[in-house]
């Protein structure tokens, strides 16, 4: 039997930023989407009976399809099978980590090169996503699926965070941010200028900063209801910065170091103390 191949993609903690491109009636919506070390995998172990259908609902078939049909393949006997650790509807980016894995597991199947065009025409005719199919920041047109900058992988943070209740329909709050980012164009140029300033020079406190006015700007159009206690205890913890699933339900610190056990445990109880579960995870690169 042939061995088994796999496919990993990374998913998101929310996002750096999310804003229009540029102040202007008609903004583009633009994301620098915060990946973190949580995964999605997809695994195909060929032989025996025909391919079992794959275990990750509707978007991933789709992308398994066209995969196969721009190529002109077949997928052979074997089975599917696959695991996340990424939460969904909550802005982990999810089902786009499911599609990018599929999709990187068929690449090694059929032993092609992984062709990052091809990634972003599946998407395209898929869903709204996030850069996860790279592996750096990237300032990216979600709609457009089109990389404005890439942005490397100087920046890393450590992360203590919370999922609120819930879950965020993003195509459903899609006017309601188009709106808002008519109303506040110019705070949100000014946030991504910031911002990639920060990438520029390598400043993950000049970036913190920026995300934290990021996190505010979207608390007037989608509020987190732990944003306010977060926000004014951020310095208490010594955190550089808040940073929001802007169309999600996560909201947590940015920090510079690893927590050590003590803090670990300062801020599990401060978040307990809001009513949620607090998480630890390494988000970005550096």
Sequence with gaps: MAATVSGVCHGTLGELYQGPLRAGPDPDIAVVSFPVD???WVHFAPGGGPPNPLPLGKKSATAARLFLR?????????????????????GMASSTADVVATLRCLFRLFALPYDTDLVLGVLAAI?????????????YLSGRH??????????????????????????????????????????????????????????PAAVARATTTSAALSQRALPKASFDSVLAHRERFGADGVFVAHTGCLIGYLFPHRPDADLKSELSAFFHSLGHQCSFAQGGYG
């Design 38 to 40: 949580r995964h999605s």
């Design 146 to 203: 089109r990389v404005v900058r890439h942005l490397g992988t100087e920046i890393g943070f450590h992360t203590a965070y919370i999922t609120e209740p819930g879950t965020v329909d993003t195509t459903a709050v899609t006017d309601l941010l188009l709106d808002h980012y008519r109303r506040h164009g110019e705070e949100y140029e000014r946030c991504l200028t910031d911002l990639l300033k920060g990438f520029a020079s390598g400043d």
């Design 127 to 139: 869903e709204r996503a996030d850069s996860v199919f790279l592996d750096e920041f990237a300032l």
């Design 70 to 90: 721009h190529f002109g393949l077949t997928l052979p006997p074997g089975r599917w099978d696959a695991h996340s650790d990424l939460e969904m509807g909550v």
